[in-house]
């Protein structure tokens, strides 16, 4: 893997994680809104500094993204030819998507740092992250086919579903720890879970759909070469999530809710939220490289 590339997939992951933590802190925020947990002062600002985390990353990626594309247009090597080839690529279509994601980006963490909580705050939010996601879709693989079509169309569906699927998991796994009576764990894992669930089946249709139109056409079969390996390291931690989220569900239907139920659920939580992470990272090496015979 050349520099380049690991700069891209960085970039692209650090963004992706950045996505899932801020959508998965919107629709935990919706349960600390409607709910009367005891322990909601402390879920706030645990949510706003999760936030904070996710707007500073999004940025991060979103910059370094950026970078990644000038070196990989121009050739730069420095910091020097980076800055004397960037109003060239920026003049270019690619860059021009570049520096929209990170202007948006950069409006999503001035809104992180400056809201402090609220129905109106969140919504605004919100409409900024699916900002981030609708411009991540019309930049990617799919726009080549251009830049307003069913694949870019069917690629939003497929980032929004992952980024409220993974963000359900993980945020709920880092504020969880701070909800100590079972019963008010058991509703907030309960809501998050349905969100969850909502995010994978716009992941399982989308994903359908443009495995079928992508391969099926020219009755694509994938060799056995990197690409595929990692793809299918992503597959088996899509099925230890999947797994790991059936269990949990599962628990959720238990009569009786105690201390050892919450227990078995935060261990899920921990197993499934690893599993995540390491979907997003393959996805963000799958998604900077050529498809096999591309």
């Known amino acids: 893997m050349d520099n380049v590339l690991l700069l891209r997939v ?72 980076l800055r004397v080839a960037l109003p060239d ?25 400056a809201v402090r909580g609220g129905a109106g ?28 079509t069913a694949a870019v169309a069917w690629q939003g569906i497929h980032l929004l579903g992952i980024t409220a699927w993974s963000g359900a998991v993980l945020v709920s796994g880092c504020v969880l720890s701070l909800v100590t009576a079972p019963q008010e764990a058991r509703g907030l894992v309960a809501r998050l879970s349905r969100d969850a669930t909502a995010g994978l089946l716009l992941v399982v249709v989308s994903g359908t759909v443009k495995t079928y139109t992508t391969l099926a056409p020219t009755h694509h079969v994938l060799p056995l070469d990197p690409w595929t390996r990692v793809l299918a390291f992503k597959l088996v931690a899509v099925a230890v999530a999947l797994v790991c989220g059936a269990s949990s569900r599962a628990q959720l239907r238990a009569p009786v809710w105690g201390d050892a139920e919450s227990g078995r659920i935060r261990i899920y939580l921990v197993l499934e939220s690893f599993a995540m992470l390491l979907i997003l990272v393959l996805s963000a090496w799958l998604g900077s490289t050529e498809l096999p015979g591309g």
């Open 10 to 81: 960085t970039t692209v992951a650090a963004t992706d994680v950045a996505m899932a933590v801020g959508v998965g802190c919107v629709l935990t925020g919706r349960w600390v809104e409607l709910s009367s947990s005891s322990h909601s002062e402390r879920l706030r600002q645990r949510l706003a500094v999760l936030r904070i985390f996710a707007a500073v990353l999004l940025v991060v990626g979103t910059a370094g993204a950026l970078l990644a594309l000038v070196a990989a247009f121009s050739g730069a090597a420095s910091l020097r030819e």
């Open 89 to 113: 690529v920026l003049a270019t279509a690619p860059g021009r998507d570049a520096a929209a994601v990170l202007a948006v980006s950069c409006l999503v963490m001035l809104c992180a740092v």
């Open 121 to 148: 705050s969140r919504w605004l939010l919100a409409a900024l992250w699916l900002g981030v996601i609708g411009l991540r879709a019309a930049s990617g693989h799919a726009v080549e086919e251009g830049p307003m």
